[in-house]
Every structure is written in C-alpha cells, then in structure tokens.
C-alpha cells in the first residue's frame, strides 16, 4: 500500500536559517505529492504540490522537488520567519484512488529569533 | 482560499454515549467530503469518503455503525461517533472539496475525549 515517510520533529531553527525537511514515500502508479501545512488553531492548507516526476512545486519561499528515482519530495526554504512556524505533512495521492490523500505523521517546525 | 468550520473545536462524553461533530464548508458547495482521524504524533488517516445525498465510502477497517457520516447538503456533513469508548479519544478532521479529484480544504478539527 501506499506509505509517507518524513522526518520527526520538532526542528527549532533560528530566524534566517535554511529549512530542509525530508519525505519519502511509497506508491503503486505515480502518485501526486503535496506538501500542507498547519497553524495553531487552523486546519491544513495546501502549501505546494508537484503532479510528475522532475516538478517542482514552490510557495511562499518553499519548495520541493518531486523525484521519482529516490521516490522523495524534500521540503526546503532558503530562510525561515518565525511566522514559519507550524507543523508540515507530506502526503501523496494514488492517481488510482480518487483524491484520496494518504499523510506522513507531520513535522512541526519552531522558528525562534 | 475556502474555508471549512468544524463544531465542537473539542468535546468531552462519557462513554456509552454518542456525540455529533458538524463540517461546514462556509463558502463553496463541497460535493464531496472526508473524514480523517488522527493520534498523537500520527498521521491524519482516512476514515470514510461522502458524497451529497449518497452513502458515504468507509476505509477498510472503519467501523460504519459506529462512524455515522450524513453528508445531507453541499455545505453540511456530520460524523456521529455512537456507543463511544475511550479508545474512541481522538482528534477527527474533516475536508471539503468541489468534486472528489479537486483540491481538499480541511477544517480545524475537532478533539473528543471519551472518559
């Protein structure tokens, strides 16, 4: 079945500091890779999403890259706000299953001054 | 982007006792929503899939009797949690979206203790 994995938290960064957050995964087909992420009090929102191999899915200074020969979509952010703060999940989508979202456990992130 | 509201934010039932979550999507006809679950430091996982005016779709392993899901209006769908126990305790997270390929907008959940 299909299966998210990405790096456990929390990471605590300094303001300015560079983000890589990383996620494999494991799918039949080709999958459709997301990135949400999720503010205190909020529901997820969508950050960015890569459809095929070789996209790169960009947002608000993040990106990942979609890579199918190591089956990973890496989340980084040349330098991160103390608004950055949140938890991060990667999840993918089975195209064989609808819309059907399968999650990583999340990452949360603490950006300190 | 859409929003969706979830009623409760938390609720607290003794067991043998059911409780209703609500999911409204505020801005947009959602066609379709999902209901997820999640643990502490797990990941979100489906729980069942609705579509407006039909039965709703229930993951494998999810127990439909007791997992009541009424997606009764485009902005409108319930989870109902009956005979609730303890290992029911969970924070439960709906999405909406306008079609079952388009793009998921997720409430903020809703945390149930069942003491």
């Known amino acids: 079945g299909n299966s998210v994995t990405q790096m456990e938290g929390p990471v605590t960064l300094s303001e300015e500091a560079f983000l890589t957050i990383n996620c494999t995964y494991t799918?039949?087909?080709?999958?459709?890779l997301f990135w949400y992420v999720q503010y205190p009090g909020e529901g997820l929102q969508l950050l960015l999403k890569?459809?095929?191999?070789?996209d790169k899915g960009s947002n608000k200074g993040f990106e990942a890259t979609y890579r199918k020969e190591t089956t990973s979509f890496h989340l980084e952010k040349g330098s991160v706000q103390v608004s950055d703060s949140a938890v991060y999940f990667c999840?993918?989508?089975?195209?064989?299953?609808?819309?059907?979202?399968?999650f990583g456990t999340g990452t949360q992130l603490k950006v300190e001054l | 982007g859409a929003v969706v509201s979830q009623h409760p934010s938390w609720v607290i039932c003794k067991s043998g006792t059911s409780v209703k979550i609500e999911c409204r999507s505020l801005?947009?006809?959602?066609?379709?929503m999902f209901w997820y679950r999640q643990f502490p430091k797990q990941s979100l996982m489906l729980m069942a899939t609705?579509?407006?005016?039909?039965?709703?779709?229930?993951e494998q392993g999810v127990e439909k009797d007791k997992f009541l899901i009424n997606h009764a209006s485009l902005t409108l769908s319930t989870l109902t949690v009956t005979s609730a126990h303890p290992e029911d305790s969970s924070f439960y997270i709906c999405?909406?979206?306008?079609?079952?390929?388009?793009?998921?907008?997720f409430g903020p959940g809703t945390r149930l203790t069942v003491t």
């Open positions: 799918a039949t087909g080709y999958p459709s």
């Open positions: 999840a993918l989508s089975d195209t064989g299953g609808g819309n059907k979202l399968t």
């Open positions: 999405s909406s979206a306008q079609g079952v390929w388009a793009e998921q907008y």
């Open positions: 801005d947009f006809q959602a066609t379709t």
């Open positions: 890569a459809t095929k191999a070789d």
């Open positions: 609705s579509n407006e005016g039909s039965k709703a779709t229930y």
